[in-house]
């Protein structure tokens, strides 16, 4: 289901492919068409290596989650002993779509 090391073995593949598209640069001029060419590719295969990367957690996420849980626990402790009655589920933060 998650095949990690075919995510590894294209990683590493795109990055040899940039790896020789430099070294290919490096021999032609600047002002050739090859060495414009080589750049177009390049381009191109950076774009596709930051499409493949992962999108990482915000820190302020993983607190505000944090924070939430530990407000809940808070809350589900003090119910336990009586004195509130199912109000847990009204104090959670709503996620919001940017």
Known sequence: MFNRTAKKNE??????TITRLIEEMDLY???T???TEAFQHLEKIYNLKTMNSPSKVDPNTM???AGNLLGIAIIVVYESRGALVG???SFI??????
């Open 33 to 35: 068409p090859e060495y």
């Open 63 to 65: 607190l505000l989650v």
């Open 29 to 31: 001029g600047p002002n």
């Open 87 to 89: 109000k847990a589920t």
């Open 93 to 98: 933060n709503k996620p919001t779509i940017k």
């Open 11 to 16: 990683a590493a593949q795109l990055q040899l």
